[in-house]
């Protein structure tokens, strides 16, 4: 079945890199995600990747996809405080939902 | 370019009743996806809405009902609410031709007592 498995916590101190890690079932998901919830709010789309990719980058954020082991991977570069959120891994599903992780709350310390 | 809007963002109701919660897409866009939220399940997917037709449906029962208005606005209803109903409600628009990118709202927290 689809199925999208991350861990659930992740701490790190200010200034280091983040890397949140995912991994999927689905391998004719055409795209994966990443996507950002803070406290009482929605989701929000952070970055994707076209499954043909191994790797993109936008600014602090680097996405690295490894196809052969459904392995998906979110880094952020120079952690700050206000990347305190959960981050939820998705990729498409055969009815072109989004099948959801259950989140990585990223922890950020002074 | 005024992001997705959710209405109410908070509601509160008795088991046994009946809800309605209305979602307004980005401008342009013409398909919206309704999730629930929950700390056991997570993120579920309920039902895809494109056009005014339903494209996709997720394993809900068929107390959880949607539509789609001329407008794109949609709505879902969920009848004789139960306990574990108790939710966050998000719904999210994409624009069609770029389907796969899905912009969410604030989401509705719905608490049933």
């Known amino acids: 079945g689809e199925d999208v498995e991350q861990s659930l916590f992740l701490s790190v101190r200010e200034g280091d890199s983040s890397v949140i890690n995912c991994t999927y079932t689905?391998?004719?998901?055409?795209?994966l995600y990443w996507y950002k919830q803070e406290p009482g709010a929605g989701l929000q789309l952070l970055t994707y990747?076209?499954?043909?990719?191994d790797m993109k980058q936008d600014q602090r954020l680097t996405v690295l996809l490894n196809k052969k082991d459904k392995h998906l991977s979110l880094r952020i570069a120079d952690t700050q405080t206000g990347d305190s959120a959960i981050y939820f891994c998705?990729?498409?599903?055969?009815?072109?939902?989004?099948?959801f992780g259950k989140g990585t709350k990223l922890s950020v310390k002074p | 370019k005024a992001g997705v809007t959710q209405t109410p963002r908070y509601l509160i109701k008795t088991r046994g009743q009946q809800v309605t919660l209305s979602c307004s897409p980005i401008?342009?866009?013409?398909?919206v996806s309704w999730y629930q939220q929950t700390p056991g399940q997570g993120l579920q997917f309920l039902f895809e809405?494109?056009?005014?037709?339903?494209?996709n449906k997720g394993n809900f029962p068929g107390r959880f009902s949607g539509r789609q208005f001329s407008n794109s606005r949609s709505e879902m209803n969920v009848s004789t609410l139960e306990l574990g109903d108790s939710a966050l409600y998000l719904c999210?628009?994409?624009?069609?031709?770029?389907?796969?990118?899905?912009?969410f709202g604030p989401g509705t927290r719905l608490t049933v007592t």
């Open positions: 999210a628009s994409s624009s069609g031709q770029v389907r796969h990118e899905q912009y």
């Open positions: 689905d391998s004719s998901s055409t795209y």
């Open positions: 990747i076209f499954s043909n990719m």
């Open positions: 998705a990729e498409t599903g055969s009815q072109g939902n989004l099948i």
């Open positions: 401008s342009g866009h013409r398909s």
């Open positions: 809405y494109f056009s005014e037709t339903q494209r």
